[in-house]
């Protein structure tokens, strides 16, 4: 049966795999360290450690579906300016 029920590809799959698997270990983490210690980025908004991943998620989003639309595949580049989007959010938002 594999993934045929849903037109799904294994990339796809992945994706979905990783973003539950960042969801998870936000939540370990925040168990083990609850309040994430909220801070001011430079946005000037207020943003504790789920804020940073959901931002970083959503933007990631945006530069897969900007590349698409712009440039087409392969998806190589939009990946590491996703991973360099998601290291910025952390540090600076």
Request: net charge positive; glycine share 12%; aromatic share 18%.
């Amino acid at each position: 049966m594999g993934l045929s029920w849903m037109a799904w590809t294994w990339p796809t799959a992945a994706f979905f795999i990783f973003v539950a698997l960042c969801i998870l270990t936000m939540g370990v983490w925040e168990y083990l360290s609850p309040g994430g210690g909220p801070r001011h980025g430079i946005l000037g908004l207020e943003t504790t450690r789920g804020d940073r991943l959901f931002i970083s998620l959503l933007g990631s989003a945006f530069i897969f579906l900007a590349w698409l639309g712009l440039m087409g595949t392969p998806l190589w580049a939009p990946l590491a300016i996703a991973i360099v989007y998601g290291i910025v959010v952390f540090r600076f938002v």
